[in-house]
Nanobody
Framework: QVQVVESGGGLAQPGESLSLSCVLSGTRFISSAMGWYRQAPGKERELVASIIGGRRNYADSVRGRFTISRDNAKNTGYLQMNNVKPEDTAVYYC?????????WGQGTQVTVTP
């Protein structure tokens, strides 16, 4: 059974850093694409960052502060969040793609508060 599990969320103050991880298991395949999404209360889920092959894309709101990366040998993705802001508060979800199938994790809460 393919599973995606995020970890690393938590509480931070503005200006601090958080690092999220996303492990893909239950498959011998390496995901072809990975994305980090977030959903704040009362808002729609939005794409924060994605990596397809060697190409990385970022939402304007996080460009220059967040970095997406992956370790194919470990089938693990990462989201390094620097200089976090209160508006970054949300549940962060990882999505991994294998072929034409997309797999989501359960989400990890990130809360940024003074």
């Amino acid at each position: 059974q393919v599973q995606v599990v995020e970890s690393g969320g938590g509480l931070a103050q503005p200006g601090e850093s958080l690092s999220l991880s996303c492990v893909l298991s239950g498959t011998r395949f390496i995901s072809s694409a990975m994305g980090w999404y977030r959903q704040a209360p009362g808002k729609e889920r939005e794409l924060v960052a994605s990596i397809i092959g060697g190409r990385r894309n970022y939402a304007d709101s996080v460009r220059g502060r967040f970095t997406i990366s992956r370790d194919n040998a470990k089938n693990t993705g990462y989201l390094q969040m620097n200089n976090v802001k209160p508006e970054d508060t949300a549940v962060y979800y990882c999505q991994q793609r294998i072929g034409s199938e997309y797999y989501w994790g359960q989400g990890t809460q990130v809360t940024v508060t003074p």
